[in-house]
């Protein structure tokens, strides 16, 4: 029995549906492929249920997008589930041979004369020959009602009875890989108790970030008197490179120490996925801008994560959080962007209620 499932796009979206797809394996003892993006494969490679793995980038040549359906088409599978909405995925959905065939198509409307018209892509009558059976998602600007995604996918294979529960959704580093160097590196930086931040791109919006954002974390570590570790991935932003010029700095690799004072912030370079979930599993709170890797960790490790959201993401990105110990802080209001300051001010706020 061939299993089939394609999500060529974000890591979060594998995560949350990675137990459905590890109790296939249990119940089926089936093989697993994944088409998947290269940056997912990370994550993908090292889940022992998944037996092989094809690479997918959008950013291909037509050649190599080619000789990849052709390894896709060369096999016969029981069930293909396209999680992503790709044309590519859907493409190759189509030309393969699959007994079942599952996936989702989203939604939008346009309002005519106070009445909703909805419009799917891909079209019902194109879904027809898609799927034998579909879950609609709606688009984000679209989207009337809160509804936990995860639960739409279980519910679309619901037929095949992996008894996969909601309200367990993750199956993230079951091995606990880098544990081992999570621990060295707290033992040399001399931490117990800590606040993990992740910086990206996705901070550069809020206002004064690039002269307000040293002075907030200090005055932060000092009102909640705990270490604040700090974690990035090749983040180029300019008011990161500023940050980094007056924090101590861990390499992940080399575990050497750059240190520039005695501050208790510690800033540990590119961590890989598994050292950077060993770090999220053991912090006492993790804070991000919405980072699919620290808001699914965080869930996978029932841990505590404020999310930092725009205001027009929140009623979305709510769908994909953790049910449980997830917590949001704007970053921004209908007309008027937050500044760094007041982010603090409230990341304070909701930290003092958990």
């Not at 033992?187 to 996705?202: A, G, I, N, W």
Request: glycine share 2%.
């Amino acid at each position: 029995m061939n299993v089939i499932f394609f999500n060529t796009i974000a890591l979060g979206d594998y995560l949350v549906h990675s137990r459905l797809i590890k109790n296939f394996k249990k119940k089926y003892n089936c093989n697993i492929t994944a088409v998947c993006s290269p940056y997912n494969s990370k994550i993908i490679s090292k889940q022992k249920h998944i037996d092989d793995i094809i690479l997918y980038d959008k950013n291909w040549s037509i050649t190599k997008k080619l000789k990849c359906l052709k390894k896709i088409l060369s096999k016969k599978f029981y069930l293909s589930i396209v999680f992503d909405c790709q044309k590519f995925s859907m493409l190759a959905n189509f030309f393969l041979k699959s007994k079942f065939k599952r996936g989702v198509i989203t939604s939008k409307y346009k309002t005519f004369f106070c009445k909703k018209i909805y419009f799917y892509y891909p079209s019902k009558l194109i879904s027809f020959f898609l799927y034998d059976d579909f879950v609609i998602h709606p688009k984000r600007k679209y989207l009337e009602k809160n509804y936990y995604l995860p639960k739409t996918w279980i519910n679309l294979l619901k037929d095949f009875k992996t008894e996969t529960n909601f309200k367990n959704i993750y199956y993230f580093n079951p091995n606990k890989a880098e544990e081992n160097k999570k621990n060295k590196i707290l033992k040399k930086l001399k931490v117990r108790k800590y606040v993990l931040f992740h910086f990206d791109y996705k901070w550069v919006d809020l206002k004064n970030i690039n002269s307000h954002l040293l002075s907030n974390l200090i005055f932060f570590q000092k009102k909640i008197n705990a270490t604040l570790i700090l974690t990035s991935f090749n983040n180029k932003s300019y008011y990161f490179s500023q940050l980094k010029k007056n924090i101590s700095t861990i390499n992940s690799t080399s575990l050497k120490i750059n240190k520039k004072n005695n501050l208790k912030i510690f800033h540990i370079e590119n961590p890989n996925i598994f050292l950077q979930e060993r770090l999220i599993a053991s912090s006492n709170l993790n804070i991000s801008c919405h980072s699919g890797i620290v808001v699914h960790g965080s869930g996978a490790n029932n841990k505590k994560i404020i999310d930092i959201l725009n205001y027009e993401e929140i009623k979305y990105q709510r769908c994909w959080a953790p049910l449980k110990n997830y917590f949001i802080v704007k970053k921004s209001f209908p007309k008027s962007q937050n500044s760094i300051n007041s982010v603090f001010s409230e990341i304070l706020r909701v930290r003092s209620k958990i």
